[in-house]
């Protein structure tokens, strides 16, 4: 028979690729707490990098004080105004302007979070366990247990403290990073999920298993997680 002789160093590089492509195939799994607080960053978060009509009323929200504030100091201009009644009127709007933000944070927080203590939000607080792998998202919660393939993940998403991985273009998996060891645990999950996305991405749409994914979106939890 004939035979093929590899250099070591392509036969070093082969068995490398092989044991990372190996790893990366892994289910990876972490397990975590959802908060109100948790689902009240996501929704701002949503809001400022999603929609729209948010981010008009972000911009919106942000300028009324400080317009006020000017119109009110202009309508109340003395004759001889000084230079101090200058440096105030500079002030107040900048001040203003720089607590508005805040403020308008604040305000939306506190409303979702009434929004959400009046509703039956089982399995969307409480304890929460997810894992991926090339087939898709598993979550199992006290009351469900779901999965989801990669066909019906629409993005997945980074912040400093948590990874949102979407269903819709309104419905997310919330997972904080404090839910795992260090840092560079969170970024080898992100960074798997994105290989699982994008090479489920890359097949022919035939492969998709529309049962079940309506299995999945049917469950109790189906909105957040």
């Not at 799994?29 to 607080?37: A, G, H, L, R």
């Not at 105004?81 to 944070?105: D, G």
């Not at 929004?115 to 009351?143: C, K, P, Q």
Request: aromatic share 10%; net charge negative.
């Amino acid at each position: 028979g004939l035979g093929v002789v590899f250099p070591l160093d392509q036969i070093s590089t082969i068995l490398l690729q092989r044991h990372i492509i190996s790893e990366r195939n892994r289910p990876v799994q972490v397990d975590f707490d959802i908060s109100m607080d948790d689902l009240a960053t996501f929704n701002q978060y949503h809001g400022m990098h999603q929609s729209r009509m948010a981010k008009c009323s972000y911009w919106v929200s942000i300028a009324i004080l400080p317009a006020m504030s000017l119109l009110i100091l202009y309508l109340l201009t003395p004759e001889n105004p000084t230079l101090l009644y200058w440096v105030v009127c500079f002030l107040v709007p900048l001040a203003l302007l720089f607590y508005s933000p805040r403020l308008y944070q604040s305000g939306l927080r506190k409303m979702m979070i009434r929004a959400m203590i009046s509703g039956d939000n089982r399995g969307t607080f409480g304890h929460h366990t997810i894992s991926i792998d090339e087939n898709g998202l598993n979550e199992r919660t006290e009351v469900n247990n779901s999965h989801w393939s990669w066909f019906g993940i629409e993005t997945i998403e980074q912040t400093d403290d948590y990874i949102y991985i979407y269903i819709s273009s309104l419905m997310a998996h919330i997972i904080p990073k404090r839910a795992f060891t260090n840092a560079e645990q969170a970024d080898e999950f992100f960074s798997s999920a994105e290989i699982f996305l994008a090479r489920c991405k890359a097949q022919p749409v035939s492969g998709v298993n529309p049962e079940q994914d309506l299995q999945s979106i049917t469950g109790k939890n189906a909105s957040l997680g």
